[in-house]
């Protein structure tokens, strides 16, 4: 077999609000721009992907445009974004920029001047998730593991693993969500998320839902393969059911994939270096690859996966029922179970020899002529087709006969539905 | 729409194919239906549309485009193994071009052997054409013809969630999830309500009117029969709307179109000069010529470059060789023919009838290109002469939206249970080599309906859900039309009952894990990755339509 893919990525996407020199608002925009370097150090390529907010206006001369009409489908509308190139000056690594004016530069303050109100300051961010597995495509650029910087990229982890769960580069893909500060998360209005017309099945209170509100958080924390807290978070008031968050429930069902970096003050064994955070996050995104390869080895042989021999559709249904269906003016299928409790009541009170020695009947009924037949069907079969007439209403009834010709006995097994065969149409025409 | 002409032609286009993905393989099959259907239909379309539009010459076109094909196009995966397939053929083209001898052995004349170059030259370029249309809507068919409609040409109707054949369905719930989860697709891809319907296998039944006006839609196309035969006859047959439901308007399909068009034999499709759809280059060149452009297993099969015309009703090895120009020249006459008959037709209905006559003229769209490989042109060609003639055509193309905006007589009828299948009824889906597939879906059905009663009541975990939704997609994916129908045409049944019984077994497998079952996560995401359809879809339709 080859190398499991998931050993080490092949390049790593960070992806930041904030990427320094261009724009930071604490310590995010700093953080961002040094983590390439940080990753270079254990051999691991990166690139940076951001938004080209209002304030990248003043550095237009650095940037340079590498695509110009990215479309994608966001508020039940064809939108269009250009991709801008520039270098990180910490490494020269790529800093690529999405830009989509309507969306991403209106307004001073990138985040709101409330942070988290309803509007473009959160608007915003739903259209650059949304934007961003479109802009890797259009790029041709494939990282084994998204490196996601705080709330405005949580969103990212959440199509990935709905909206792009089918796509192989997302379900590849390993996704670290870092978490730097917890206090600047807003809760947001989910009227947003209405008119981005994003999966309303998200907002559920297990999932995005916050009481009444939205919580974007909350979707990186759950969708993605691994947490990183940084230093001004403690993990355990975080999720303590004191604190603000809502998130209580869920530190003990997502314990294993959540995490400190050293120098936060959350417990000992909480804490884990970057590598191997990365490490950590390619295991856990690996292990279920690795299932599935598993689960298929036990199952099948690989080229046989699909066409596999007789996939284990049940022999029969616990029930007793005879279904009728018009298959046209003349003709009626019949579709019956007798595998029910009353069914297998009656079987099971019969000797071998009476069962074997059993004979089953369809008998059918035109309702309006009262006429009456019988048709007499092989056994083991399961259905049968009758001819009749058109424009009558039709009953079935399945019985079972069993005994010598002189003490002969018969139980009726099932009834049908009612069904009309339509009118001949050559007959009415003549 | 013109309320002074004579009477309309509705053109409809059925847009269909079986939801078929194996991400597991690097080829597939089955898959290549969907390619040979891009390729040889759905391209080509767009181009001749593209053209049409840039031209400004109106095109009145209903399209329905149904779920299973939408998620295709959409699926990356598809996209880019089609981009290598189309790659392929381009490459093949250039190879018989270049070496013309390596696949072709027989002696020819001189006038053979040049009709033979044009035909290789056409398929050089077209394979060209065709790769820069791909690359110039980044493989996004969905947005081009969301353009069309947008540009005002095209109305798109919905169609069922996975063209289930809806009348023999157990349960209610089951059509109304097939209708809504279909409308609600095509709305939101489309952004716009849609206002008709394409009925799968054109299968009506009266239970189907209520949860079809509960979706929204106004109207659908029904056989001939379906119209004629309607309680009471409607007073003008099949050549207006009737009204079959409250709301809900039926359009019967008009037998000259159709014959005129649909049929091999006295249709225009069967031309001699039309390409020969049974001969192609995949099984007569030269096997070590064609390997390489054959699937890894090596099987010969077709690929598209075919180099004889029908000729006349002879063997096929008595075929003459194809000559595209010839072809298309024809399509211009039969274009011709088209328009005059319609002009002709609706003249002498307008005299017996006292209202403007109405033909409805709905046809498989993969006929256009796939079956027939001049329709595209001989479509492009009905429009470009139609708009020529200008109040001369005697008659507009219209759709049946605008038809039923611009009021006009109508009956109030109970339409006659119908499909446009064989003999009109339902035994292309209901016979002795298909009837074990029914009761399964049947039971499923039924499940599924008691599940989702059962988890609307509380609210279950998202894993939960997950197992719920995809019982959902097993669900539907078996109920398709396609696998019935192949097993009893015999073209590729062992596919489709395979097909069939995967459905049924995750469907179950996954219901087993609510009673304790061993079902790991990772086969659950393993069978969400395979039967990726309707990924936000929400299994609380099935609780209590």
Redesign the interface.
């Given at each position: 077999m080859s190398s499991d893919p998931h050993d080490a990525p092949s390049c790593v996407a960070i992806v930041s609000a904030e990427v320094a020199p261009w724009f930071s608002s604490g310590r995010l925009g700093e953080s961002t721009q040094t983590l390439p370097k940080r990753l270079a150090r254990h051999q691991i390529r990166s690139f940076t992907v951001a938004p080209f907010l209002q304030c990248h206006g003043e550095y237009a001369a650095e940037f340079e445009t590498v695509c110009e009409e990215v479309?994608i489908?966001f508020a039940?509308?064809?939108q269009v974004f250009s991709i801008l190139r520039a270098l990180n000056p910490e490494d020269d690594t790529q800093v690529f920029f999405i830009r989509a004016p309507e969306f991403l530069e209106a307004g001073d303050d990138p985040y709101g001047q409330d942070r988290g109100d309803s509007g473009l300051g959160n608007l915003r961010w739903l259209f650059f998730a949304v934007a961003f597995r479109p802009a890797l495509?259009a790029l041709e650029l494939s990282p084994g593991l998204l490196f996601l910087q705080d709330w405005p990229t949580a969103l990212i982890a959440v199509l990935d693993r709905?909206?792009h769960?089918?796509?192989?580069?997302a379900?590849a893909c390993a996704v670290i969500f870092s978490v730097h500060d917890p206090r600047q998360q807003g809760w947001h209005n989910p009227t947003d998320w209405r008119e981005a017309?994003l999966?309303?099945?998200l907002l559920?209170?297990?999932?995005l839902y916050e009481g009444e509100d939205l919580n974007l958080l909350k979707g990186g924390l759950l969708f993605s393969d691994l947490v990183l807290f940084g230093p001004d978070t403690s993990l355990k008031s975080l999720f303590s059911p004191q604190s603000e968050y809502g998130l209580s429930s869920m530190y003990e069902s997502r314990s294993e994939h959540l995490r400190a970096i050293p120098g936060s003050s959350g417990t000992p064994q909480d804490k884990i270096a970057l590598k191997d955070a990365i490490d950590l996050a390619l295991r856990l995104r690996s292990?279920?690859s690795r299932?599935?390869l598993?689960?298929?080895r036990l199952d099948l042989e690989?080229s046989e996966?699909?066409?596999a021999p007789?996939?284990?559709?049940?022999e029969y249904?616990p029930?007793d029922?005879l279904?009728l269906?018009?298959?046209?003016?003349r003709?009626l299928?019949v579709?019956w179970?007798v595998q029910g409790e009353a069914g297998r009541q009656v079987l099971d009170s019969l000797s071998a020899d009476e069962v074997y020695g059993s004979r089953w009947e369809l008998r059918l009924e035109a309702l309006e002529s009262g006429s009456r037949w019988t048709v007499t069907v092989r056994g083991l079969t399961?259905?049968w087709?009758v001819e009749v007439d058109p424009g009558r209403q039709y009953r079935a009834e399945l019985w079972m006969s069993y005994g010598s010709s002189d003490d002969e006995r018969a139980l009726r097994m099932a009834t049908s539905n009612l069904v009309s065969t339509?009118?001949d149409?050559i007959a009415?025409s003549s | 729409m013109n309320e002074t002409s004579n009477g309309y032609c509705a053109l409809i286009l059925h847009t269909h194919l079986p939801y078929v993905h194996?991400?597991?393989?690097e080829h597939?099959l089955e898959e290549e239906w969907l390619f040979e259907a891009l390729a040889e239909t759905y391209l080509p379309l767009l181009a001749r549309f593209i053209e049409l539009r840039d031209a400004s010459i109106p095109f009145r076109i209903s399209m329905s485009l149904t779920p299973p094909l939408l998620f295709m196009w959409k699926?990356?995966?598809l996209r880019s193994k089609f981009a290598t397939y189309l790659k392929n053929r381009e490459s093949l083209a250039r190879q018989v071009e270049k070496d013309p001898e390596r696949f072709f052995h027989s002696e020819e004349s001189d006038a053979d052997s040049q009709i033979r170059k044009r035909c290789i030259e056409h398929y050089v370029e077209r394979y060209r054409r065709l790769q820069a249309l791909w690359k110039s809507i980044?493989g996004?068919l969905l947005?081009s013809f969301?353009q069309l409609q947008d540009d005002g040409n095209l109305e798109i109707l919905a169609s069922a969630a996975t063209h289930g054949f809806l009348p023999?369905f157990?349960r209610k719930e089951a059509i109304a999830a097939q209708i809504r989860l279909g409308v609600e697709l095509t709305e939101?891809c489309f952004?716009r309500r849609p206002r008709g319907f394409w009925l799968p296998e054109c299968a009506w039944h009266e239970k189907l009117g209520a949860p079809l006006r509960a979706a929204g839609i106004e109207w659908l196309v029904l056989d001939h029969?379906g119209i004629?035969?309607a309680?009471p006859r409607p007073k003008h047959d099949h050549y207006r709307p009737a009204e079959i439901a409250e709301g809900l308007f039926a359009f019967g399909r008009d037998p000259r179109c159709s014959e005129q068009v649909w049929s091999s034999k006295v249709g225009y499709p069967g031309d001699p000069a039309y390409r020969e759809l049974y001969r192609d280059i995949g099984y007569d060149a030269d096997y070590r010529a064609i390997r390489p452009y054959l699937n890894p297993d090596g099987i010969r099969r077709n690929v598209g470059l075919k180099f004889q015309r029908i000729t006349a009703d002879v063997e096929l090895h008595e075929k003459k060789n194809y000559d595209p120009e010839a072809a298309e020249i024809r399509t211009r006459a039969h274009a011709a023919n088209f328009l005059d008959s319609r002009r002709d037709q609706i003249a002498d209905l307008r005299r017996t009838l006292d209202t403007r006559p109405v033909l409805t003229a709905p046809y498989d769209t993969e006929l256009f290109g796939h079956w027939w490989y001049e329709g595209p042109s001989f479509l492009e060609q009905l429009f470009r002469q139609h708009q020529l003639r200008g109040d001369a055509a005697g008659f507009e193309f219209a759709t049946p939206s605008e038809i039923l905006d611009h009021r006009g007589p109508r009956s109030r009828v109970f339409a006659?249970?119908s499909t446009w299948g064989r003999?009109?009824?339902?035994?292309v889906w209901?016979?002795?080599k298909n009837?074990?597939m029914?009761?399964?879906l049947?039971?499923m059905q039924k499940r599924m309906c008691q599940r989702a009663e059962e988890f609307s009541q509380r609210?279950p975990?998202?894993m939960e859900?997950r197992f719920l939704n995809q019982m959902v997609r097993e669900l539907l994916l078996a109920e398709s039309s396609d696998w019935p129908f192949i097993v009893t045409m015999e073209t590729s049944a062992?596919?489709a009952e395979?097909r069939f019984?995967?459905h049924?077994?995750r469907f179950?497998?996954l219901e087993d894990a609510f009673d304790g079952a061993l079902f790991?996560?990772?086969?659950l995401?393993?069978v969400?990755?395979h039967d990726?359809v309707f990924?936000?879809l929400?299994f609380r339709i099935y609780a209590g339509a």
């Open positions: 479309s489908n039940g509308e064809r495509r709905t909206d769960h089918f796509d192989d580069d379900h017309k999966r309303e099945d559920a209170d297990d999932l292990q279920r299932e599935d598993l689960l298929r690989p996966a699909f066409l007789q996939r284990g559709v049940p249904y029930i029922a279904f269906r018009v298959v046209d003016p003709r299928a579709f179970e399961k259905n087709f339509p009118p149409l009415r | 194996h991400p597991d393989y597939f699926t990356a995966s980044d996004d947005s969301r023999l157990q939101k952004g029969h004629v035969g309680d006659h249970p003999n009109g009824y339902s035994e209901a016979n002795e009837a074990w029914w009761p399964h049947f039971e609210n975990t998202w859900r062992h596919y395979r019984r995967d049924v077994h179950f497998a790991s996560e990772a086969e995401h393993s969400e990755l990726a990924p936000d929400d």
